[in-house]
């Protein structure tokens, strides 16, 4: 079946560095906008990085001069690149990407999540 699988989470101290990586597997036709997402306890999920199929990136204001996101359609895979990670960076990150499944057919998919604390 089509799925999103995540990876990359974990624990890192102050001011270093992780990378996340999402890859969608199944039957797909083609894969559209990713995204990542973070989710920290008692509060809403928010967007944190996003790429469009033909490349174009946004971030969330705090993201901007850390993060990278980055896609390799070639693997289905995109990535998230985050340095001078803070304490506050602390969440369950999502990935989530919309996928062409069968002609004219698009549907929203999300990754399982992975837990990355920043902490000393």
């Known amino acids: 079946q089509v799925q999103l699988v995540e990876s990359g989470g974990g624990l890192v101290q102050p001011g270093g560095s992780l990378g996340l990586s999402c890859t969608a597997s199944?039957?797909?036709?083609?894969?559209?906008?990713m995204g990542w997402y973070r989710q920290a306890p008692g509060k809403e999920r928010e967007l944190v990085a996003g790429?469009?199929?033909?490349?174009?990136?946004t971030y969330a204001g705090s993201a901007k001069d850390r993060f990278t996101i980055s896609r390799d359609n070639a693997r289905n895979t995109f990535y998230l690149q985050m340095n001078g990670l803070r304490p506050e960076d602390t969440a369950v990150y999502y990935c989530?990407?919309?996928?062409?499944?069968?002609?004219?057919?698009?549907?929203?998919?999300w990754g399982q999540g992975t837990q990355v604390t920043v902490s000393s």
């Open positions: 199944g039957t797909i036709f083609s894969v559209n906008d």
């Open positions: 989530q990407s919309t996928l062409c499944i069968a002609f004219n057919v698009r549907r929203a998919y």
């Open positions: 790429i469009t199929s033909r490349g174009t990136t």
